[in-house]
């Protein structure tokens, strides 16, 4: 009896973890133990984000904390969405409006009830009263002094409760919703979500994944359109400003960067920073790595360590371990670059050709030509003793271009032909060679 009792357990088991393609494991969330059901075949589980919502203070309602679970959503796919929000007037509505590749689906949220402390994400940021921004936890974690004008409506002793308002602060409340995906995202994703209070007053901020920021090299930077950070980003030797209406996305291991010295600077009470508790800001300087040593820069990072180049305003290398490979690269090479079918050395997003043109000559003042494309015709086939050859001849491919790498004739003349006074009768011929085209 024991031993089928074993078995059916064992049974069970195999077919909670190994049937279909899922697995059945147990999670605290929120302090209580929940079952979720996670896939083992096919798409990697993605982790849910939560942003913090970086706005100036004076307006209301505001939206505090934004959730999204997954980010990373396919066709078919339940996608969760949760909103914070805070204002001393009673709460109309919240709603997200999730933008598409081929439309927008609007999802109204309906509130969950009081927010919990613990369901806040400590602030690491702020805006002073001069609405530039202030970095409240320093790279190494600890909880830093309050800059000045930051204690105008931050307190210090909320820091670690979660706290982001001075006084008497509103209750915050929970708003959530789910939606089946309908449509894909490969070249747009924004998700908005909008609050409106018993007062009038509204709030909405954009999370956008898919829209370059387009931030220059050097200089300041001013964001006018919502945009999305991707991989390590930032503004060197300038201030940065968000325009009013416009937010700047910060996902989960992305991270922005600003120069000691210089600002961030909110441009009105709905410029907004929307960063996930993943994402970070920095006030470093931009270095990149240079692991092939060629002096063209590779991956751009926030890190500087001996191992990293400081970021010098140049092309990026569009290859960091082949030092052959650099933007600007002025030789021809006969094989690929290693590792790869191409021939791009100089980066610049083409194969360009060493020689291009065609054999082609009108010898001996007829006007007639011989090659022209159809082989390596002799510069005096039209001409003949005594005649002299005209100064047309040029040496090229005896039929087509072979392409990188690959072998063809080249039609060639001797230095004879070159000369002026040379007549056919004398040492005046075609060459040719097989080569191979050469190619950057």
């Excluded at 052959?324 to 670059?337: F, R, S």
Aim: aromatic content about 8%.
């Amino acid at each position: 009896m024991r031993r089928h009792l074993l078995q059916i357990v064992i049974g069970v088991i195999a077919l909670v973890v190994f049937a279909g393609t899922a697995v059945v494991v147990q999670q605290y969330v929120d302090g209580k133990a929940r079952l979720k059901q996670l896939p083992l075949l096919g798409r990697p589980v993605v982790a849910a984000e939560t942003y913090q919502v970086i706005e100036a203070a004076g307006t209301w309602p505001k939206l505090v904390q934004l959730t999204i679970d997954p980010r990373d959503v396919h066709v078919g796919q339940v996608q969760k969405l949760r909103a914070v929000v805070q204002s001393p007037n009673a709460i109309v509505s919240v709603e997200a409006k999730i933008e598409t590749d081929h439309g927008t689906t609007v999802l109204p949220l309906r509130r969950i009830g009081p927010t919990a402390s613990y369901e806040l994400l400590p602030p690491r940021y702020a805006v002073t009263a001069n609405r530039e921004l202030a970095i409240l936890v320093p790279d190494a974690g600890a909880i830093a002094a309050l800059p000045q004008g930051v204690g105008s409506f931050l307190k210090p002793l909320d820091l670690l409760a979660g706290a982001v308002f001075a006084g008497a602060d509103p209750p915050t409340y929970t708003y959530a919703g789910a939606w089946t995906v309908a449509d894909t995202h490969d070249t747009t994703y924004h998700t908005t979500f909008a609050v409106k209070d018993s007062a009038g007053g509204e709030d909405s901020a954009t999370l956008d994944w898919t829209d370059a920021c387009g931030i220059p090299n050097d200089g300041a930077w001013t964001l006018t359109y919502n945009c999305g950070i991707d991989g390590v980003e930032g503004v060197e030797r300038g201030n940065a400003t968000i325009n009013n209406n416009t937010a700047l996305t910060i996902p989960s291991g992305k991270t922005f960067v600003f120069n000691p010295g210089y600002h961030v600077t909110m441009g009105g009470t709905n410029a907004r920073i929307l960063i996930a508790s993943g994402g970070q800001m920095r006030k470093t300087y931009l270095w990149a790595t240079d692991a092939d040593s060629d002096g063209w820069i590779g991956t751009v990072t926030a890190a500087d360590t001996g191992t990293y180049r400081r970021w010098q305003y140049l092309p990026q290398d569009c290859n960091d371990n082949n030092p052959a490979v650099h933007p600007n690269e002025m030789t021809y090479y006969e094989n690929p670059i290693s590792g790869t079918y191409g021939y791009d050395y100089d980066c610049s997003g083409s194969e360009d050709h060493m020689n291009i043109r065609l054999y082609t000559c009108d010898p001996g003042g007829t006007g007639g030509s011989s090659g022209s494309g159809g082989g390596c015709g002799n510069p005096c086939g039209f001409g003949g003793p005594g005649r002299q050859l005209a100064y047309s001849c040029n040496d090229g491919w005896a039929s087509s271009d072979p392409g990188c790498g690959s072998g063809g004739t080249w039609c060639g003349i001797n230095g004879y032909c070159l000369g002026g006074g040379i007549t056919c009768d004398q040492e005046c011929n075609n060459q040719q060679w097989s080569i191979n085209q050469k190619c950057k």
